[in-house]
């Protein structure tokens, strides 16, 4: 990622903004993770931008590069909850983690509702990545304090058994 901190292209406002996540599709299963685990200061700010795009916006962007169409990128689904909760499973120092867990609880349900309420989107994947987004967000909230009645969360975070049919596995 590009780092533009107090150069931000989205919004006039000072601090962290990481850029050229392009698609998370991949970033999120290597190079992410690793920058959180030897560069957690950059992983830091990689979560408190995708944190400060989803409070401005209302979702948080599957990719990030320097468009204004943050939605743009939709072959994949969940995928900067996952980033975020990496992020925070290996300790990196967030800005401030109740102001991201309240951040991913309402942008997961605003715009999830229909898998909050059924368990299951096509294709397959994308119930496995929004399961794990769930799961993410809950422990995140947990570990962070932040009141609230998620059970509708932990029920999503337990659906990925639905990507999978009962008779094959």
């Not at 996540?21 to 560069?39: C, G, R």
């Not at 509702?113 to 799961?135: E, Q």
Request: proline share 5%; charged share 25%; with cysteine.
């Amino acid at each position: 990622p590009i780092d533009c901190e107090d150069e931000n292209p989205y919004y006039d406002i000072d601090g962290p903004c990481n850029i050229d996540l392009a698609t998370l599709w991949d970033q999120s299963k290597s190079l992410l993770p690793l920058l959180n685990a030897v560069y957690p200061e950059q992983g830091a700010k990689v979560v408190d931008t995708l944190a400060m795009i989803g409070e401005r916006v209302g979702f948080l962007p599957n990719g990030l590069i320097l468009s204004d169409d943050l939605a743009r990128f939709d072959e994949a689904t969940g995928l900067a909850y996952i980033v975020i909760g990496d992020a925070h499973s290996r300790g990196v120092s967030a800005a401030d983690w109740s102001r991201v867990a309240r951040i991913m609880e309402k942008t997961f349900r605003d715009n999830y509702r229909d898998f909050l309420t059924s368990g299951y989107i096509k294709p397959a994947p994308k119930t496995i990545n929004l399961s794990r987004a769930a799961a993410a967000t809950v422990r995140i909230a947990r570990r962070a304090d932040v009141d609230g009645d998620r059970q509708d969360l932990v029920q999503a975070a337990r659906a990925w058994r639905n990507a999978f049919e009962e008779s094959s596995g």
